[in-house]
């Protein structure tokens, strides 16, 4: 259990990171290896606690749009993982996303597919 716990949190880092490299000054994280360990750990929490709840919240949504809804999920996981940083106030360590919607949405997308790669990577 331990051992999927750490694989989650660093599959989040790199992804985290990535994601940051793809979308270089509009989504920065702060606080260097901390800040990604720290946010990766919420966006675990997030993902395992509060997104199952939205999935079924927004059930019909994610039906009608054969599942592209699902994105507008991440977005929001993605803006509640920065308001969580915000709130917690750990020192130095911040998310910060320019762009407005448009740039939480790419950042929401990219974090999916390349959560979904390194959890199919780690499977193997």
Known sequence: MIKRIILHILANVAALYITVQLLPGDFVITGGWKGYVIAAIIFGFLNSIIKPLLKILTLPFVFVTAGLFTFVINM?????AKYALDILM????AIQVEGGWVAYLYVGIIMAIVNMLMHWLARK
């Open 76 to 80: 929001f996981i993605v803006w509640f």
């Open 90 to 93: 750990f020192e130095e360590v």
